[in-house]
């Protein structure tokens, strides 16, 4: 059975910084595309960045120099470090594991962020 445990949600002014992690069980880490995707009140649910097993890194155009994504592959977790954050990046953020090859596709339950002054 595999579980993804999101972390390091809160309440942020704009401007302000946020270190989401995600905790991952089994052994779908070794093989999966690991992502984070946010899903705004009222919105669809979106890509923010992936990261391959080899450390390959993708993007959203509206978080490029502003987000990274980072993975360790002996600890199974996946972290996302989030700079100069705007309100319109308040979401609940979602961990994902995802490896086609193998039907495998998993989501966390998410972590809130939210960006008020």
């Known amino acids: 059975q595999v579980q993804l445990v999101e972390s390091g949600g809160g309440l942020v002014q704009p401007g302000g910084s946020l270190r989401l992690s995600c905790a991952a069980s089994?052994?779908?880490?070794?093989?999966?595309?690991m992502g984070w995707y946010r899903q705004a009140p009222g919105k669809q649910r979106e890509l923010v960045a992936t990261?391959?097993?080899?450390?390959?890194?993708n993007y959203a155009d509206s978080v490029k120099g502003r987000f990274t994504i980072s993975r360790d592959n002996a600890k199974r977790t996946m972290s996302l470090q989030i700079n100069s954050l705007k309100p319109e990046d308040t979401a609940v953020y979602y961990c994902?594991?995802?490896?086609?090859?193998?039907?495998?596709?998993?989501w966390g339950k998410g972590t809130p962020v939210t960006v008020s002054a």
């Open positions: 994902n594991a995802n490896a086609p090859n193998y039907g495998m596709d998993y």
């Open positions: 089994g052994t779908i880490f070794r093989i999966a595309v």
């Open positions: 990261v391959t097993r080899w450390g390959s890194t």
